[in-house]
């Protein structure tokens, strides 16, 4: 696997038109139901994802094959994304913050438990809530399937880090599909 | 309830790794015993697994087929470039409004600068003796013209903000502009006031960096009506 990876960002370096966009056939799927996901617009997901691959193909000559291809593509996608969820949420809170003390927080409705078959669709709804690092985690691994190991590489955490963000991201979640 | 002494195993009996990774582990042997008597955990493992299942099955988003023409496009772009251009990126469109932003605090900033070193001359020829007009306030006319070119930048954008957004920022706007008047009035009553005319210029300051981040935010935000509530939600909390 990574011979063939070496391969294809040898022949992207060298030039080869083909081999650009066959990375792009491989990855740009995954790549952008995660962007859509962590970000929350597909429309933003698709100028994002351009400048990922555009990123990708300014640095793939510093790709060294120390880890997959895939997991290299992963990094500057989930950094790109958490870049541009910090500095929204910078502005947003700067924005939010009211100049009036008058905000209340909604009480909370507890049900009794998650449905047996949670659906998809409030399962969607309630990732968007997730805060930003339990987010990246979860969906990595429970929509992903990427093992904590590999989480680490991609967030550059520890496997610890990414367990305990994983379960975190899971305990909110039941918290949200139970109200 | 001795729940809480399986905490760090609960995820990886969800994911199924005790199965097979910890199988000879004690504490599984014993977290299963507990597992077959507590309710407790019993629901949160069920809980935890629907998410899970779910979270497994979510629909695949299908980039639309532009985007690699896009990218395709871009590339060819940038290696027609200069080396040095090629490093900026090719994100130029999005930098406009920030880089009309910027430049508007600049000019705000010179102005000001120059504002305060007039000021400084008047208050000096003040305690020499001569007369000057007290209830000009220089540095205000500068914060004045940033805010039209802001104000001018925030509404061309205003629509891409969502309707929460918008809501809070026109309530924080008017806050602001409460403020700038009250402190206008306090002048008019009390013309000599520092602390009036340094309140004027912190709601004036505070304007301008609230319509600042509007601009910046309103160009790279991409709001879709569906997302809108819950997050905003979260952000004020």
Redesign the interface.
């Known amino acids: 696997m990574r011979t063939a990876d070496l391969e294809l960002a040898a022949r992207c370096r060298a030039g080869d038109a083909g081999a ?2 066959e990375l ?2 491989q990855h ?2 995954r790549l ?2 995660l962007v ?2 962590m ?9 994002l ?3 990922v ?3 990708a ?2 640095k793939l000559s510093g790709f060294r094959g120390d880890s997959a291809l895939g997991t290299w593509l992963y990094r500057l996608t989930m950094n790109h994304c958490l870049d ?1 969820l910090r ?3 910078v ?10 003390d008058d ?1 209340s ?2 009480p909370m409705a507890p049900a009794p ?8 669709l409030d ?3 309630a990732i ?2 997730l805060p930003e690092g339990a987010k990246a985690a ?1 969906l990595l691994h ?2 992903e ?1 990427f093992e904590h190991r590999e989480i680490a590489q991609i967030l550059g955490i520890s496997e610890g880090t990414s ?1 305990s963000q ?2 975190k991201a ?1 305990m909110k ?2 918290t949200i ?2 109200r | 309830m001795s729940c809480e002494l399986y905490d760090d195993l609960l995820d990886d009996y969800v994911d199924g790794v005790l199965a097979t990774g910890h199988g000879s582990d004690g504490r599984f042997a014993a977290f299963a015993q507990h597992l077959a008597v507590c309710g407790h955990c019993q629901a949160l493992v069920a809980d935890l697994t629907s998410i899970r299942v779910a979270a497994s099955t979510l629909d695949e988003h299908i980039p639309p087929p532009r985007l690699w023409a896009r990218i395709a496009s871009s590339i060819d772009e940038q290696q027609r470039l200069p080396w040095w251009q090629r490093q900026l990126g090719g994100a130029y469109s999005a930098w406009v409004p920030a880089v009309a932003a910027a430049s508007i605090i600049m000019l705000l900033a010179a102005g000001v600068w120059s504002a305060w070193q007039q000021r400084r001359v008047e208050t000096a020829q003040q305690a020499a003796g001569s007369l000057s007009d007290p209830v000009s306030v220089p540095a205000e006319q500068h914060y004045e013209q940033a805010i039209a070119g802001l104000q001018l930048l925030a509404d061309a954008q205003n629509a891409t903000l969502d309707p929460e957004t918008r809501a809070v920022l026109t309530k924080n706007l008017a806050v602001i502009d409460r403020a700038i008047n009250e402190s206008r009035a306090a002048l008019v009553q009390e013309p000599a006031s520092t602390l009036a005319q340094e309140s004027l210029l912190d709601a004036l300051e505070t304007k301008v960096a609230l319509l600042q981040d509007t601009v910046a935010l309103a160009s790279d935000s991409g709001w879709t009506p569906e997302d809108a509530p819950g997050a905003a939600k979260e952000l004020n909390q």
Do not use: C, W
């Open positions: 650009f966009e792009y056939r740009a799927r952008f139901g859509v996901r970000i929350g617009s597909v429309e933003d997901a698709e100028d994802l351009q400048e691959f555009l990123q193909h300014r541009h500095a929204r949420h502005r947003m809170n700067r924005l939010t913050d009211s100049l009036d905000a927080e909604e438990v998650v449905p047996a078959a949670v659906s998809r399962l969607e709804r968007k809530l979860f429970d929509v399937g367990k994983v379960h899971r979640l039941r599909l139970r």
